[in-house]
Every structure is written in structure tokens, then in C-alpha cells.
């Protein structure tokens, strides 16, 4: 058994736990699709957008950025457009259409401010519009000249100088590594890594591993040590920040840079550090985490969650032993037990956070044993729900079979090959990739696919037998015309040999073709006439308009691809001839639409149409009436599962 298949079975017992736990006010909890989408709703109803209540005024905050990340993971993994739509909407009340920030101030320089960047980037990645681009790069602005220590950390804020708190590792690095991964700033890498080596290295205790909240270059803060500058103890939330920004910053930071290690190491040695400070009976952890025996300390929550995230992604991304499983499970468990609850309208909330805790200020906050105790815990703070989100969604990305395991899914980019200039000018690739999330991209097939615990890779030349041996499937998706690409790069005989060999041989081959005024297909048939199957140049369910109900394909049940006979939508198709061996899938008005062949040891599935771009599986623009996303991760277990085991 697996490691995802571990976790589904300890999350269906975990579920029949929370439903029968006595701290509910109602017992639906079973009735729920997931406890992260059940807490998502409650964000949505608490804290809707636009703003129009003047008892919520508008502030740009981190806190928001927190629940929205949380929001943005389970939109990702459900493609509901429901919680999409509330982050744009969230961004559009902060944001104008000259880019401008509404009571955000640069000049504060405030790196809690950085945070909600994320959604910033989302936006834009996903709508190219140029405002959330300018929001975004005044973040990165203030960035580039926030002061920093002399080793080169950035200080929380100017009005706190020469402090660095671990918060700020959360605020500011995943943006910033989202931002140099996006915009080509590489040499901002360094930056990022040393960020958390420095720290680590003069904020790290050595006896407990843990990491203090706060450390005073100067010395002169009066909750510093005069020998070290440290803050006096270790705050939960603290270290909970410290390890997302990780987790986080591992997702876009180089594979082969070599400062890369250093920052997994680090993670190793956090956990480490969390595992040992778990408290055995309930698996969570103090608010003061070197005090657990102190009068009046108390299991917190916000820290709890911040903990499962950080350790169930590390175990799932590779980053971390899977001996952290266990310790992520456990905090799960009694995250429910503890802190959860549902109201009267069915509402779930979460009990058991510290609204706040800082150092300095006024009035002055001397990171005191008791003045951790004394800040007020509160229900629903956004804080600890956003974080609530984001451990929900991650454990519940076990519930997905893992067919995946130890298989490379490869996406052909050199027969279908268009470029673009990005904002900066720089030459990109686009359309069909899986790192682009506006409407033509795989930026949602990707994730689903990573989803199942498979890799996701690209192929930028021609196919042979040594570069096919990297993949298990290879996704060849509409082969480029001489109108979309300068020089296309046709399919040929030995491309054809190649591929064909490779199917022989146990390749899973997924064929994406297109009508013929979108696709070169007479070149594109002679691979796909070696499996007995021919793209037609026609053009089948033409749509009207936002007519979508034109281009519904009802699958029956029971299908041996698409088993929940999902409602799909292809638009404008070509259709299929078929000879032996290849045999039909889905039907439709009398055509063939959808199509499989067996070959060797191998397989081949063939539909006319790029179907499973973010444009219709994203749920930002089809009624619920489609399950295009559901087709498409239904298709993409069933070609895992072709692969012939090794």
C-alpha cells in the first residue's frame, strides 16, 4: 500500500471520527463533500466581495491573502468556479484598472503587505489582464528596496528596524519566488534561499531544533537577548509560517539550483523539530511550543494546521521521509476533534486560534511567557481558517488514487509549438502547456495529473526511442499549421517509426488533434493511421454563441473510459474513421468522437479536439451541467493505469 492510498484510508476513518465528535453542534458532518470546501464556503459567506458594509472596511491585509490561497488550492483541485470568481472578485475591489493598490503604501514597507501578491499572480495568469500584472510589480517594487539586515534578511517592517520575525519568510518568499519564476529573474534565487539560511542560522536553537519567533540584529529591542538577539520563546504560529513558506517556495524554486538543497535540508530539520514538540495524546502543539507544561498554555490552532500543511505537502511533493505522515495524520485527527465545529445552518467553523502575536510596539509586547497567554483566542479568525483550508485540501489530495506513482506523463512541444512575447518581452512558449492557466493552457490538466502522484514533463524535440523512454504517456495535442507557427514542425516518417516503437514497446500514446482549420492533420493521420485511426477534415458540434448545450456529449454510465458517464463538452470537432485495431469509445449522433487502439504491449487513445484545456474543465465558464473536469481525470486514470507494470 502507498503512501496516498495510506492516507485515503486514514482520511475516510478520520471523517467517520469528525462526524460523531462531541464538540459538533450538529452531526452532518458526514453529509459533506469535504471539510476544506465546507470551510471555503464559510469564508465565502463571512467575508464576501465586494466590500460594502461599512462595519468591514476595505484593507489590503495578509489575513486575506491566507484565506484566499486556501480558497485558490480548492478551486484548483475541484475546478468549481464558484471559489475562483470569489478571488477574482477579491481582487477586483482591492485593485483599479490603472494597477493601483487601494491602502496599500509601498513606503511603509511592510512585508506582511507582500502576501496576497499570490492571488495577484493568479489573476493575471489566468486573465492576462495588465492590472493585476502593475499590482503585482509594486509588490515586487517594494521588495527591491525593503532594508534589510546586514546579512541580507528583510527586516519585518521599517517601523520595527533590524528585526526579522519568521512571519516574514511566509509574506514574502512564495510571492517573490512566483514572481522570478514568472517574470525571468533568476538571480533572485539566491536572494530567496538565503532568506531561510540566515535565520536558521542565527535563530535556530540547537537543543530543540525549533526556530525563535523573532531575532534583533541590534540588540535593542527589550524582548531580545542582549548575547543573541532572540526573541525568548518559540510561538506555534511562528514556526507555522516559517515551514509553509518552505513548502511553498520549493514549488517555484529551480530544480538544479544548488542552494535547493540546502532549503529541503532546512525543511528536514523543521520537521524534525515539530515532530518532537507534538504532543502525544492529542498530536498538536502549544501555543508557547517550549512551555507545553506551563500554567494556562493551550493547543492552538492556526499552528496545528500550518504544521499538516507543511508536512503532508513535503511527504507528497518528495521533500520530506514519509515518516512525516504519521505526524501529520495524528495533528489532522485532533484538529477535528478539537477545534472544529458546525452551526445551526450547517456552517463549519474553526475554534481555538490567537487572533495576534507580535513583538514590540505599542503598546509594547516584551515576547513574554505571559504575553503569549494573553492575546485573545477567538473563533473563525482568518488566519487560522485560510490555514484550516489549505491542511484540509492537501490531505484530502490522498483520497485521489494514486495511479500515478513513479510514472511521467510527457507533453509533446515541438509539433505543436507557438510562441508568444510575454509583458517583460521575453519569447515564450504557449497554447496547451501545462504551465499556462488562462483558457487555452493544461494548467488544470497538469495539476490533476501531479494530483494522481504522477510527473508532468515536456518534450521540446523531435521524438526518439531514448527521450520516449523518459514517459509512460505522451500527450501529442494540436499539430501545428504554417498560420500558427513561422516554421511548423510537421510529423514525419521517422517521428512516425519512432512513436509507433514506443507504443510497441508499452507507451501510452494520447492523440488531441483539432478541426482541420485549427490542425495540421494530413501529416498528423499518417501516425494516427498506424493505430487504425483517421481525423476527419470536417467540423462536427459547432457552437452558437454561449449556445454550450450545441456542444453536449453525454457519455452513458458504465463507460469503460468514463465510468460516471460524465456530460462533456467538445466544440467544433473532427471525428474519426476507424480500421483494426482500433475501436470506439464515445459515439455521438452517429460518429465516432472518441477512440482506442491496442498496439504491442501499448495503447492509443484519439479524440479531434484539445478537449481538456482550462477553457472547459475549469469551471470559470460551463454550467455545472458539464463535467468536463471530471472526464478529464477519469481519462487520465485510465490511460496511468494502461501502463504496463515494471
Known amino acids: 500500500m502507498n503512501h496516498f492510498q495510506k492516507y485515503s484510508v486514514a482520511l475516510l476513518i478520520l471523517l467517520t471520527v469528525v462526524s460523531s465528535c462531541a464538540s459538533y453542534k450538529t452531526a452532518n458532518v458526514k453529509d459533506q463533500k469535504s471539510l476544506s470546501e465546507e470551510m471555503a464556503k464559510t469564508v465565502l459567506v463571512k467575508w464576501p466581495f465586494p466590500i460594502e458594509n461599512e462595519s468591514r472596511p476595505l484593507k489590503w491585509t495578509y489575513e486575506t491573502g491566507v484565506y484566499l490561497e486556501g480558497v485558490s488550492n480548492v478551486w484548483k483541485r475541484t475546478g468549481n468556479g ?314 484530502e489530495l490522498r483520497n485521489i488514487p494514486a495511479v500515478g506513482n513513479g510514472k511521467t506523463v510527457m507533453l509533446d512541444n515541438y509539433f505543436n509549438n507557438e510562441f508568444r512575447i510575454d509583458i517583460t518581452g521575453k519569447k515564450e512558449s504557449f497554447h496547451y502547456v501545462w504551465d499556462e492557466w488562462d483558457n487555452n493552457g493544461f494548467g488544470l490538466l497538469g495539476e490533476s495529473i501531479r494530483n494522481m502522484g504522477a510527473k508532468t514533463e515536456t518534450l521540446k524535440d523531435a521524438p526518439t526511442l531514448s527521450n520516449l523512454g523518459k514517459a509512460d504517456v505522451y500527450i501529442i495535442v494540436d499539430p501545428d499549421t504554417k498560420k500558427e507557427t513561422e516554421k511548423p514542425n510537421f510529423m514525419d516518417a521517422t517521428s512516425i517509426t519512432n512513436i509507433t516503437n514506443w507504443v510497441k514497446n508499452g507507451g501510452v500514446l494520447l492523440l488531441l488533434a483539432n478541426d482541420s482549420t485549427n490542425a495540421e492533420l494530413d501529416r498528423f493521420n499518417g501516425l494516427s493511421k498506424a493505430f487504425g485511426i483517421e481525423f476527419k477534415k470536417e467540423m462536427k458540434n459547432p457552437v452558437i454563441g454561449t449556445q454550450y448545450e450545441m456542444g453536449m456529449i453525454s457519455i452513458p454510465k458504465g463507460n469503460m473510459v468514463f465510468p460516471s458517464g460524465p456530460n462533456a463538452y467538445l466544440k467544433e470537432i473532427s471525428t474519426l474513421n476507424l480500421t483494426a485495431p482500433a475501436t470506439p469509445v464515445v459515439t455521438h449522433k452517429g460518429d465516432v468522437v472518441m477512440a482506442i487502439s491496442k498496439l504491442g504491449k501499448g495503447t492509443v487513445f484519439a479524440v479531434g479536439d484539445p478537449w481538456l484545456y482550462n477553457e472547459y474543465i475549469d469551471g470559470r465558464r460551463l454550467s455545472d451541467s458539464f463535467q468536463n473536469l471530471t472526464a478529464t481525470k477519469e481519462l487520465m486514470e485510465w490511460l496511468l493505469k494502461q501502463v504496463p507494470k515494471k
Open 82 to 395: 464558484d471559489y475562483y470568481n470569489y478571488v477574482q472578485r477579491s481582487m477586483d475591489n482591492f485593485v483599479g484598472e490603472d494597477g493601483k493598490i487601494k491602502t496599500y503604501k509601498l513606503e511603509d514597507y511592510n512585508i506582511d503587505n507582500v502576501r496576497t501578491g499570490r492571488s495577484l499572480l493568479l489573476m493575471y495568469q489566468v486573465t492576462g489582464k495588465k492590472k493585476y500584472y502593475t499590482a503585482a510589480a509594486e509588490l515586487r517594487k517594494q521588495l527591491k528596496d525593503h532594508p534589510r539586515t546586514k546579512g541580507g534578511s528583510f527586516w519585518h517592517k521599517k517601523i520595527y528596524p533590524h528585526q526579522v520575525w519568521l512571519d516574514g519568510l511566509y509574506m514574502g518568499m512564495p510571492f517573490l519566488a512566483e514572481w522570478a519564476a514568472e517574470f525571468h529573474e533568476p538571480e533572485a534565487f539566491d536572494d530567496i534561499a538565503n532568506q531561510f539560511i540566515h535565520i536558521e542560522s542565527v535563530a535556530r536553537d540547537a537543543n530543540s531544533g525549533l526556530i525563535y519567533h523573532g531575532w534583533d540584529e541590534s540588540k535593542e529591542q527589550a524582548w531580545a537577548n542582549k548575547t543573541t538577539g532572540n526573541s525568548p520563546h518559540f510561538w506555534g504560529r511562528a514556526m507555522g509560517w516559517y515551514g509553509m513558506a518552505l513548502v511553498d517556495v520549493l514549488d517555484n524554486f529551480p530544480a538544479n539550483h544548488p542552494k535547493r538543497k540546502d532549503l529541503i535540508a532546512i525543511l528536514e530539520r523543521f520537521s524534525t523539530a515539530i515532530e518532537k514538540s507534538q504532543d502525544a495524546k492529542s498530536g498538536l502543539w502549544y501555543q508557547v511550543m517550549d512551555k507545553p507544561t506551563g500554567k494556562g498554555n493551550y493547543l492552538e490552532a492556526s499552528a496545528a494546521n500550518m504544521f499538516v500543511y507543511a508536512l503532508a505537502k513535503g511527504v507528497r511533493l518528495g521533500y520530506l521521509p514519509s515518516k512525516f505522515e504519521s505526524v501529520a495524520a495524528k495533528a489532522y485527527k485532533g484538529i477535528q476533534k478539537e477545534f472544529l465545529e458546525v452551526d445551526d445552518k450547517g456552517l463549519l467553523h474553526l475554534n481555538g486560534t490567537v487572533s495576534v502575536a507580535g513583538l514590540g510596539g505599542k503598546p509594547y509586547r516584551d515576547g513574554s511567557y505571559e504575553y503569549y497567554l494573553s492575546e485573545k483566542v477567538i473563533q473563525d479568525d482568518a488566519k487560522g481558517m485560510g490555514a484550516f483550508i489549505l491542511a484540509s485540501n492537501e490531505m
